[in-house]
């Protein structure tokens, strides 16, 4: 029985691997959700504008992030966007939320949102990658957004804030997240609007006067990478910033299958195991990488096949998720007692690259 169950532990590991290299997160399905305003802001906090537009100047613009799509079903999952699309639904929520807090003075409040990204899997992320805050999390929204003020087409630049807000397990009842609502989102956005530092508007309206159309200009820089603007180039890219530049620094190299361990090694033209590099490709597909999880003792890696959707790169990431359950056990005369449970399922998770920091979430 116990090499019964082993054979089938083994055959799930490899025909999940296998199976990952034809996985696209793009195909998933899509959940638009409408951001509730349940309860209004006090009316003594004043802000000084009329209204709230916002641009989403974002690599991709059609969603925010993966969720699964049922706590049964660990491997089935949703993207995740709003009713009438990220922007509107944003703009609209902010307007509605603030309405009773606004300044009737026909100015506005111009958002351009640079990253915008929930992270329902944030302590799972690679050991590799640095967190400025490193305590656990249950979900992770992170968020750049650029400020600008001004009326009639005319803006000056206000404030950049670019940041990670973490749900910790012990506020995770207050905020009671579920399927049908994303108030941690909400939190995060109330947030980004109410900490912008107003004190300094007068300084910054005495800045250079910008039109709408030189704002949409400035923020679409983010997108004029090469390896967003040129046909990819083959090769083995080192680092994040030769992928950014579409300059692999091995031209010539090939991926040799480790059957037992389950994993690609990548050799250059003289047969050198090349053991540090961010991504390569072959002339056909895209592969980003993580830490052999079979075998973390080398510094080998397993490929993850990435795909481009817009600007963006996305992939499926293989990773164990333990879940720890509480049982009641009789024992005899004194009743029963409470045990608990580890379990551990396997998941290949939808995941997302930060063009700008190489992060995955």
């Not at 929520?93 to 351009?112: A, D, E, M």
């Not at 010539?252 to 299958?257: D, E, G, I, M, S």
């Not at 045990?339 to 998770?349: E, G, K, L, M």
Request: glycine share 2%.
């Amino acid at each position: 029985m116990k090499n019964c169950l082993l054979f089938l532990s083994v055959f799930y590991s490899t025909f999940a691997f296998s199976q990952s290299r034809n996985l696209n997160p793009d195909n998933l399905r899509t959940h638009a959700y409408d951001l509730k305003v349940k309860t209004l802001p006090p009316p003594e906090l004043k802000l000084p504008f009329a209204s709230i537009k916002i641009i989403d100047s974002r690599p991709d613009t059609s969603i925010i992030g993966f969720r699964r799509r049922s706590e049964f079903s660990p491997n089935t999952f949703k993207k995740i966007t709003l009713t009438n699309g990220v922007r509107q639904g944003i703009e609209d929520f902010y307007n509605q939320y603030y309405q009773q807090n606004f300044t009737p003075n026909g100015k506005v409040l111009l958002i351009s949102i640079r990253k915008l990204w929930i992270n329902f899997y944030p302590e799972d992320i690679s050991p590799t990658q640095k967190r400025e805050n490193a305590m656990r999390s249950v979900q992770d929204v992170h968020a750049r957004f650029e400020y600008y003020i001004g009326a009639e087409n005319e803006y000056v630049p206000l404030q950049r804030t670019d940041t990670v807000f973490q749900l910790h397990p012990a506020a995770k009842e207050s905020i009671k997240e579920d399927e049908d609502e994303l108030p941690f989102f909400c939190f995060s956005l109330e947030n980004m609007v109410e900490n912008v530092a107003y004190d300094y508007l007068k300084e910054a309206e005495a800045k250079k006067k910008m039109s709408l159309q030189d704002v949409y200009a400035y923020n679409s820089h983010a997108m004029n990478l090469p390896i967003l603007k040129e046909p990819m180039k083959t090769g083995v890219y080192l680092t994040l910033d030769e992928f950014r530049r579409n300059e692999p620094s091995i031209k010539v190299f090939k991926a040799v299958n480790v059957l037992r361990r389950r994993i690609n090694e990548i050799r250059d033209e003289k047969d050198n195991l090349i053991r540090h590099y961010f991504a390569y490709f072959d002339g056909k597909d895209l592969c980003i990488f993580s830490p052999a999880f079979l075998n973390s003792a080398t510094a080998s890696r397993n490929h993850l096949n990435a795909f481009r959707v817009q600007n963006s790169f996305q992939f499926f990431q293989f990773y164990l998720v333990t879940h720890a359950t509480s049982q009641p056990i009789d024992i005899g005369n004194k009743g029963a007692v409470s045990v608990v449970i580890p379990r551990t399922d396997a998941s290949w998770v939808p995941r997302h690259l930060d063009l700008d920091t190489g992060e995955i979430y």
